[in-house]
């Protein structure tokens, strides 16, 4: 059975920094697509951040949104998916999820497993 804890949400003030952390079991992430997404409220759920298994080719991918201030990695040893955020901004509310899942064809992040997220609150 497939399951992905998230940790590490919390109230941050704008400018600060976070980090995701993201606890798998019955997958490994080293051979996994794993994947971050985020939801606020009124707002459609947004794709962060993805990064392929050790099949997969290509770099991580980030949204726009959060590019040039987000890393997403992993730790293969403790099985552990991390989203570090810097800058962060009062947009950047929201909660976060953890997925794991697979690349399509098309190069596409598709999730298959969430985790039920953490709340991060930027504000002053």
Do not use: F, H
């Given at each position: 059975?497939?399951?992905?804890?998230?940790?590490?949400?919390?109230?941050?003030?704008?400018?600060?920094?976070?980090?995701?952390?993201?606890?798998?079991?019955?997958?490994?992430?080293?051979?996994?697509?794993?994947?971050?997404?985020?939801?606020?409220?009124?707002?459609?759920?947004?794709?962060?951040?993805?990064?392929?298994?050790?099949?997969?080719?290509?770099?991580?991918?980030?949204?726009?949104?959060?590019?040039?201030?987000?890393?997403?990695?992993?730790?293969?040893?403790?099985?552990?998916?991390?989203?570090?955020?810097?800058?962060l901004k009062p947009e950047d509310t929201a909660v976060y999820y953890c997925t794991a899942g697979r690349y399509t064809?098309?190069?596409?992040?598709?999730?298959?497993?969430?985790?039920?997220?953490?709340?991060?609150?930027?504000?002053?």
């Amino acid at each position: 059975q497939v399951r992905v804890v998230e940790s590490g949400g919390g109230l941050v003030q704008p400018g600060g920094t976070l980090r995701l952390s993201c606890a798998a079991s019955g997958v490994s992430v080293s051979i996994s697509a794993m994947g971050w997404y985020r939801q606020a409220p009124g707002k459609q759920r947004e794709l962060v951040a993805s990064i392929t298994g050790i099949s997969g080719s290509g770099g991580p991918n980030y949204a726009d949104s959060v590019k040039g201030r987000s890393i997403i990695s992993r730790d293969n040893a403790k099985n552990t998916v991390y989203l570090q955020m810097n800058s962060l901004k009062p947009e950047d509310t929201a909660v976060y999820y953890c997925t794991a899942g697979r690349y399509t064809r098309r190069g596409l992040y598709e999730a298959d497993y969430w985790g039920q997220g953490t709340q991060v609150t930027v504000s002053s």
